[in-house]
């Protein structure tokens, strides 16, 4: 599949998905977000593919937020398409059944933020700045922003963010509890393809169901998700992965595991 916006590689199991609007600073207009969606449909489908990793193109911008220029003149009718395009986007990285994880080289903003708040880790560089200006522009986050930043770093702090608009450093961004980790710039795609390769060894399906209990965990309550989690474990039991890992472990030799 060719894409306009994006840059898509395959290596070795590893997918990585470069927004490719450098001169915009990967701005997210409508055509990007309906090739994220693409994109991710994709990966998703593509059973050689185990780990996906999101980046942005050139070393100033991961993605510095939805299109300012596209937006500016849009009518209601036309805000309302603009968003369910960010939904479903987001929502292709978000249910993504393998990980994704975020690699922020550079300014993560606004709609940029949010995506990267959508994969399920995010390493940043120590050059990445991360905020939600939004509302110095008269709106507020529409691709989750307010829903996502809340849980992971609480009401107060989400606020403060959101109705500041503020632009924090990666340090800050890390002590509160936005990201993973910090790396140095020049080390960030090294350091994720690790951590990629890391996650790949393992098995395929137990990290895909695993994923779901997680993430379903923000909505479900605590009963409703033990249940799904002892469904979901129950299922492990029926592939050659779980009887791989547990053989491999009793003969003392690393597990191979196929995604069957
Ligand atoms: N959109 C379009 N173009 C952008 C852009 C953006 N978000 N950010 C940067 N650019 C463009 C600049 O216009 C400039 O283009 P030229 O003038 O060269 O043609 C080029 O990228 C380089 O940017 P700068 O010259 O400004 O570079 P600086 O280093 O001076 O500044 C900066 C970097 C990141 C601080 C600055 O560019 C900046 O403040 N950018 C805007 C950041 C921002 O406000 N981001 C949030 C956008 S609002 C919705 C859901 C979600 C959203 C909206 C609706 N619905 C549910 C409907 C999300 C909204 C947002 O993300």
Redesign the pocket.
């Known amino acids: 599949m060719e894409f306009k916006n994006l840059i898509v590689e395959k290596k070795d199991g590893i997918a990585t998905l470069k927004f490719n609007r450098p001169?915009?600073?990967n701005?997210?207009n409508s055509e990007t977000l309906i090739e994220l969606k693409a994109a991710g449909d994709m990966l998703n489908a593509d059973k050689e593919i185990r780990v996906v990793i999101v980046t942005g193109e050139g070393d100033?911008?991961f993605v510095?937020?939805?299109?300012?220029?596209?937006?500016k003149d849009l009518t209601a009718l036309e805000?309302?398409a603009?968003?369910a395009r960010?939904?479903q986007a987001l929502a292709a990285l978000e249910n993504m059944e393998k990980p994704v994880i975020a690699a922020v080289n550079g300014?993560a903003?606004?709609?940029?933020f949010?995506v990267a708040l959508a994969c399920d880790i995010i390493y940043a560089s120590d050059k990445a700045?991360v905020g939600?200006?939004?509302t110095?522009?008269g709106?507020h986050?529409?691709?989750g922003?307010t829903q996502r930043a809340a849980k992971l770093v609480g009401l107060a702090r989400a606020k403060e963010l959101i109705f500041t608009g503020k632009?924090i450093g990666a340090q800050e961004a890390y002590e509160m509890g936005l990201l993973n980790k910090i790396v140095p710039q020049d080390q960030l795609m090294v350091e994720v393809t690790a951590l990629a390769e890391k996650i790949k060894a393992n098995g395929p399906f137990s990290v895909r169901l695993a994923k779901e209990c997680i993430n379903k965990s923000l909505s479900l309550d605590n009963k409703e998700g033990l249940t799904l989690e002892a469904k979901d474990f129950g299922l492990c039991f029926a592939t050659k992965d779980q009887k791989e890992g547990m053989t491999a472990f009793v003969e003392k030799r690393k597990a191979t595991f196929t995604g069957e």
């Open positions: 001169k915009a600073l701005a997210l100033k911008a510095a937020g939805a299109d300012i220029l596209e937006m805000g309302m603009f968003s960010g939904h300014f903003l606004g709609g940029g949010e700045k939600f200006p939004e110095t522009l709106i986050p529409g691709f922003g632009t």
